[in-house]
RNA sequence: GGCGCAUUCGUCUAGUGGUCCAGGACGCCGCCCUCUCAAGGCGGAGAUCACGGGUUCGACUCCCGUAUGCGCUACCA
């Protein structure tokens, strides 16, 4: 029947074949052990409207809607009848759902009228969607909690992020706690339209979160995702676990403002654990030689050594003082200091990295820097 | 195909008839700060409020139509 109809390019329905059988009729059909469903007889005419708080009354043709099934073959109930039977003994009295119910509303308002109760507040709220604009799902490409918790995404973060998608608080406000938001959450201001998920503001807003923890806190945290094994994004299985809970505190309390998520700390921080090999290129600053590099690192290695105190406080003056004598560029000069003790372009500020790093470490990087350079 | 919902900067949104030649945020660009990267500060570009008709002295805001997107169209929820 079903193929019939779609052939002649009518909506499949049920042709409400059995909606007329006479007691009789139903009884033999009963004796002769047929199958059967027991479907709800919709008004055939007239209009079922749906009141919405969020759209207003929305109506809907009764003659649009066949004879649902609310009791399947087997017994059990449908969605439709289940879902009103529940709720009523549950003494619902709001009704949130995805905007996608909205087509079945009337069905269920024709169910509420047939039973004699009545309907609670009905919000159809909008979707979260994905870049496609449909829908996120698992089934698509939509990322699972879970994913998020492994990158290292905040769940405060996520929460306050997915608050705004389809919510609005006013004009500016949008960082709200969790207290703030079950606080000034109000089912007015839910919107009706869905929301792309953009994944840079998360990201920003995960960052603004990561900034607002307490050292302590961010290094609790943060621990898990460095110890975690090195082939799901933790530190090189060369370095050995459990971290120093201390050292590391100092080293992420370089990162905390760098960081837009929880898991990128063990690519950004490793060197502070281990030497990692890099391109000898990397120590040679613009406008600089192997030759005259070598000389300054040689020269920094000797302020260095004549200092009293490991501190950042007291090594920026002294090499302050360097970069004047040799008439090089500050970024000559810290660069290339930078490429020695952590073999990297980027770094946190150069001084407080060296205090973190420490003296012997900080001390052996520069003088195999230094032996890199001689052989050139 | 039928029915329904939606439509303001690239994205999330503010806005309920005049205070909007449309405000905030992310992203982007520039400047400042600066040893790099960030963070932070300041500024900029970016929306004929999907389009077309009405209603009104006046429409982003109300009504109608069109387009587009999405959803539903199961003995699934």
């Given at each position: 029947m079903r193929k019939e109809q779609i052939a002649k390019k009518l909506?499949?329905?049920?042709?409400?074949?059995?909606?007329?059988?006479?007691a009789e009729e139903r009884a033999a059909n009963e004796a002769a052990g047929l199958p059967w469903t027991v479907r709800f007889a919709m008004p055939l005419d007239g209009e079922t409207v749906v009141h919405d708080e969020l759209h207003g009354d929305i109506s809907f043709k009764n003659?649009?809607?066949?004879?649902?099934?609310?009791?399947?073959s087997d017994g059990l109930p449908t969605y439709h009848l289940a879902h009103i039977v529940d709720d009523h003994l549950m003494k619902i009295t709001h009704l949130l759902r995805a905007e996608e119910w909205i087509s079945s509303a009337p069905r269920h308002i024709q169910i509420w009228r047939a039973l004699g109760w009545q309907p609670p507040l009905i919000y159809h709220v909008p979707d979260v969607l994905g870049q496609d604009k449909k829908k996120l799902s698992k089934r698509h490409n939509a990322p699972s909690w879970k994913t998020f918790q492994q990158q290292g995404f905040l769940p405060e973060a996520v929460f306050n992020f997915l608050a705004l998608i389809g919510w609005s608080f006013d004009d500016k406000t949008e960082l709200f706690t969790r207290e703030e938001l079950i606080h000034v959450f109000?089912?007015?201001?839910?919107?009706v339209s869905g929301g792309i998920y953009d994944a840079e503001k998360l990201a920003w807003m995960n960052g603004v979160y990561i900034r607002k923890l307490s050292l302590e806190e961010f290094t609790r945290r943060t621990l898990p995702f460095m110890e975690r094994p090195e082939a799901e994004g933790?530190?090189?299985?060369s370095i050995s676990r459990p971290l120093d809970f201390d050292y590391t505190s100092r080293v992420l309390s370089l990162e905390q403002e760098r960081l837009?998520?929880?898991?990128?700390a063990a690519a950004a921080v490793s060197f502070f654990y281990t030497d990692e090999e890099f391109d000898a290129s990397l120590l040679i600053q613009k406008g600089m030689d192997a030759g005259k590099t070598r000389a300054a690192l040689v020269r920094v290695r000797d302020v260095l050594a004549s200092l009293a105190t490991w501190d950042h406080e007291v090594m920026e003056p002294s090499i302050r003082e360097l970069i004047n004598e040799t008439g090089l560029k500050a970024g000559q000069l810290l660069g290339s200091i930078r490429a020695a003790v952590?073999?990297?372009?980027?770094?946190?500020?150069?001084f407080t990295m060296m205090e973190v790093l420490g003296r012997e470490r900080t001390t052996r990087r520069i003088e195999h820097a230094i032996a890199r350079l001689t052989g050139q």
């Open positions: 909506p499949p329905r049920y042709d409400r074949c059995c909606r007329y059988l006479s003659a649009d809607n066949d004879d649902f099934i609310i009791l399947k109000s089912l007015e201001r839910i919107g933790g530190l090189p299985a837009r998520t929880l898991g990128e952590s073999g990297r372009p980027h770094t946190p500020p150069l």
